[in-house]
Every structure is written in structure tokens, then in C-alpha cells.
């Protein structure tokens, strides 16, 4: 029920910041210009994150820099496919 309060809160605190901004897109995500954030974009704040995090945790350096999102949509829709 927390996580679920909590990303509530989020979803409440992105769309009030959206209404401060001159918004383009109806994306969840967007810059300070209010143009949706693509992947490469994120791709490159998290490799950005994931350095930083390994730098300044020397003993996790190897499994923070191992770690990594992807997208399962592609797996979740063969996982539910027939066969």
C-alpha cells in the first residue's frame, strides 16, 4: 500500500510541475522545455547516474556498473502468447 501512496505522490508532483511549464507532449516524462524525454535521453542521465553511484561507492563499483534496465514488453507479450 506504501508503494502505492508513493507513486501516487509522484504522479501527482510530475503533474504539477507539468502544469508550470508550457507542455508539448502528454508523455509522462519531459525536460525542463517540456519536450518528452526519448530513450537515448534517459539512457544517457542513467549511465550518468550509474558512474557517478559507482564512483563514489567503491565497494559496490562492480555491481552497480553490472546493473541495468530493459525492456520486457517484447518478453511479457510472448510469455502470455499461446503456443
Known sequence: ML????LIELLERIEARKETLSIVTA???TNMHGKRLTGAVLR???NGA???AAKEMPKLAKAIR???FYDLRAKAAGDTSED
Not at 508503494?3 to 508513493?6: D, F, G
Open 44 to 46: 544517457n542521465h542513467f
Open 66 to 68: 553490472a546493473f541495468s
Open 3 to 6: 508503494i502505492l501512496c508513493e
Open 27 to 29: 508523455t509522462l516524462l
Open 50 to 52: 550509474r558512474t557517478k
